[in-house]
């Protein structure tokens, strides 16, 4: 795949045939954690790694639109890691994801659509294990599904009394 990088006082463009990724970058070296995953920018490219980095941490505002300018992705990076609410979009404009990581525990509050904006799944993430409800498509029905610490939950019976 061809991309074209343009750096220039900290804000970076790279265009690609199909989208452009649109950011910022720093110089400061942070104090690493080893569990962390940091992205940075180097030759035209970001990367992510974890624990350490090579070359320009992002920093500031990261936006990603396809060719027509349709908004993809939104969000902010603070030396590195991903901060605050990020957003994804589908190409039609309609939202597709939300995430926002929560301090004390590193779990990550996720919600999920699908082209038509209804709600596929919401819940926090840890460590790559689900904890919340997801819909689930079942032949031509939806269920809603509990998952903790990503394990499937049994469905609660209601006695009538």
């Known amino acids: 795949m061809h991309t074209n990088a343009q750096y220039y006082n900290g804000q970076v463009r790279i265009d690609s045939a199909d989208r452009s990724f649109l950011f910022q970058v720093t110089d400061i070296v942070p104090q690493f954690h080893s569990r962390h995953f940091y992205y940075w920018f180097k030759s035209g490219h970001i990367y992510q790694t974890e624990g350490s980095f090579y070359g320009k941490l992002l920093h500031g505002y990261y936006k990603v639109v396809d060719k027509d300018r349709h908004l993809l992705e939104q969000g902010r990076f603070k030396l590195g890691e991903k901060t605050g609410l990020w ?32 709600l596929l799944k ?16 079942v032949q031509d029905s939806s269920v809603v599904v509990r ?15």
């Open 122 to 137: 919401r819940g926090y993430e840890k460590d790559g294990l689900f904890t919340g409800l997801q819909v689930e498509l």
């Open 87 to 118: 957003r994804t979009w589908y190409e039609n404009g309609q939202l597709k994801s939300l995430a926002k990581k929560r301090f004390l525990d590193g779990a990550q509050h996720i919600e999920t659509y699908d082209e038509n904006g209804k």
């Open 147 to 161: 998952y903790k610490k990503g394990i499937r939950q049994p469905a609660k019976t209601v006695r009538n009394q």
